[in-house]
């Protein structure tokens, strides 16, 4: 049996695409169409305090629960439905309901939504990626996750050596390489490879 987790915003849900024009409005900046971040915490266009005044801004906007599916939610659900499916993202727990309805009215379908990742939102400490899978994962097991930031991959992999962990290339994480966590392109990658494990799976 196959388990699969996956991170959200970057990955299934397109975050650039709704926060960037949104922090362009706010702060009225001049970002280019073309803008693609190269650092996770777009120091490339704002300052520290705007990071964190445009963070807490767009969290309690509609916007941040209108963000664009990056893979079509029904070839998703036809890929990985017959598997438990579960989404990792590292927003605050209070704004997982919407995150939730986001993935909703888009069209995803999953078995568990989750807080997690390196940074925690009260005084005590992240519960990180890791922490949740092996909340959820079970004996014999084939877990595949798939994320777009290097730690949570590298959290992954010590914990589940025999996991199958892919990196979400971005232009923040170009320069990322691991001897063992596999980088995917494209979700036509994902797919592909995902394709390959199940198969692999069966003739063994």
Wanted: glycine share 4%.
């Amino acid at each position: 049996m196959f388990r699969f987790f996956f991170d959200i915003d970057g990955v299934l849900l397109d975050f650039e695409g709704t926060y960037v024009p949104y922090i362009k409005n706010y702060f009225h900046l001049k970002i280019p169409d073309d803008y693609q971040p190269n650092c996770w915490y777009f120091s490339d266009l704002l300052t520290h305090d705007q990071l964190m005044e445009g963070w807490e801004q767009f969290i309690a906007s509609k916007e941040f629960g209108q963000l664009s599916p990056m893979v079509d939610p029904e070839l998703f659900n036809r890929v990985f439905g017959a598997y438990p499916v579960h989404f990792i993202t590292n927003i605050p727990p209070e704004n997982l309901e919407q995150r939730k309805q986001n993935l909703h009215s888009v069209g995803f379908q999953w078995d568990s939504l989750h807080s997690g990742g390196f940074v925690s939102f009260d005084d005590n400490p992240p519960v990180l990626k890791a922490d949740i899978i092996q909340q959820l994962a079970k004996d014999e097991e084939i877990l595949v996750f798939i994320d777009d930031h290097p730690d949570n991959c590298v959290n992954v992999i010590e914990h589940f050596s025999d996991a199958n962990v892919w990196l979400k290339s971005r232009p923040f994480n170009v320069e990322f390489t691991h001897p063992v966590i596999r980088r995917v392109d494209t979700w036509d990658e994902i797919i592909k490879f995902s394709h390959e494990l199940i198969r692999e799976s069966v003739t063994n």
